[in-house]
Nanobody, 120 residues
Framework: QVQLVESGGGLVQAGGSLRLSCAASGSIVSINAMGWYRQAPGKQRELVADIATGGSTNYADSVKGRFTISRDNAKNTVYLQMNSLKPEDTAVYYC??????????????WGKGTLVTVSS
């Protein structure tokens, strides 16, 4: 069993900041990439940012320069620092991890999501 538990969402005014965290736990052998996706009402889920084990990162154009993804491999945790938030950042943010367990090969796992609401 693997769990990804997100925290840190909430309501913030435009221009404000939030920090999301996601901790992976369970029968984990290794974690490859970890990342954040978001889904706004009526829209498809989209990649926000991801980070490989070695630290290389990838960002959606819409968040470059405002969001920073990082991870603590010892804690199996990924973070998303979100600055200069805009109303269009409002969405449910989902944590994702590509990882290997003691019982299976590499698979994608998802958290349940945390809501971020940015008011104008």
């Amino acid at each position: 069993q693997v769990q990804l538990v997100e925290s840190g969402g909430g309501l913030v005014q435009a221009g404000g900041s939030l920090r999301l965290s996601c901790a992976a736990s369970g029968s984990i052998v290794s974690i490859n990439a970890m990342g954040w996706y978001r889904q706004a009402p009526g829209k498809q889920r989209e990649l926000v940012a991801d980070i490989a084990t070695g630290g290389s990162t990838n960002y959606a154009d819409s968040v470059k320069g405002r969001f920073t993804i990082s991870r603590d491999n010892a804690k199996n945790t990924v973070y998303l620092q979100m600055n200069s938030l805009k109303p269009e950042d409002t969405a449910v943010y989902y944590c994702n991890a590509l990882l290997r367990t003691y019982y299976s090969g590499s698979s994608n796992y998802w958290g349940k999501g945390t809501l971020v609401t940015v008011s104008s």
